[in-house]
């Protein structure tokens, strides 16, 4: 079974400062996706940057980028230049290449301080 | 403009009283999900379809069911809820060959 572990339930950071959120998961495929979504109390979910696992080039989105390590199983999401709008829950989540299942993780909860 | 619509926003129901939440899209994606999601925790993956295949996870309870009458409207049917399954469901598109998933505003569903 797959499993995405996010093992930090707050974060908050200084609004322009950088924050990195954890993410890693456990499976036994080897062709993968993973993303990071976004769901500000509206309760939307939005994607925000997704990682093909056959990439090893790390997935960049204007202020948000990943450090995706596929040996260890880590996929966590830098946030540059952090902005009152990114307060919000970030789940990361996962999908093996041949199915259509999206398993996410407990999320984090980030805090933008002005 | 909307892409995936859930309604209503908020649902209150009875202890054993079935219920039914619906989803509607307007993408034209073939894959639709139901999650549930309760506070502060993962949403959680109940169901999905494939076009007119259905996939239940093992761990959906049996109080839980699902129609998909056609590409655009899905239903999740409560037969008999009880307290625990006060939560926000989602539901959720996509297509058959891009990853991208696309999801409702959610119903909220209290249980009195």
């Known amino acids: 079974a797959q499993t995405v572990t996010q093992s930090q339930p707050e974060m908050s950071v200084q609004e322009a400062e950088t924050v990195t959120l954890s993410c890693t998961y456990d499976t036994s495929e080897s062709d993968y996706y993973l993303f990071w979504y976004k769901q500000p109390p509206s309760r939307q979910m939005i994607l925000v940057i997704r990682q093909e696992a056959y990439k090893q080039q790390n997935a960049t989105e204007n202020r948000f980028s990943v450090n995706f390590q596929k040996a260890a199983k880590s996929f966590s999401l830098k946030i540059s230049d952090s902005q009152l709008g990114d307060a919000a829950m970030y789940f990361c989540?996962?999908?093996?290449?041949?199915?259509?299942?999206?398993?996410f993780g407990t999320g984090t909860s980030l805090t933008v301080i002005p | 403009d909307a892409m995936v619509i859930q309604n209503p926003r908020y649902q209150v129901t009875q202890f054993g009283k079935p219920v039914t939440l619906s989803c509607s899209q307007t993408?034209?994606?073939?894959?639709m999900y139901w999650y549930q999601q309760k506070s502060s925790q993962a949403p959680k993956l109940l169901f999905h379809y494939y076009d007119k295949d259905f996939n239940n996870e093992a761990d959906t309870p049996d109080n839980f069911q699902s129609r998909r009458p056609n590409t655009s409207f899905c239903f999740l049917d409560i037969r008999s809820p009880g307290l625990g399954d006060a939560a926000m469901y989602l539901c959720a598109t996509k297509t058959g060959n891009n990853e991208k998933l696309f999801f409702g505003s959610g119903t909220q569903l209290s249980v009195l």
């Open positions: 989540a996962y999908r093996w290449d041949t199915g259509n299942q999206f398993y």
């Open positions: 993408l034209n994606h073939n894959v």
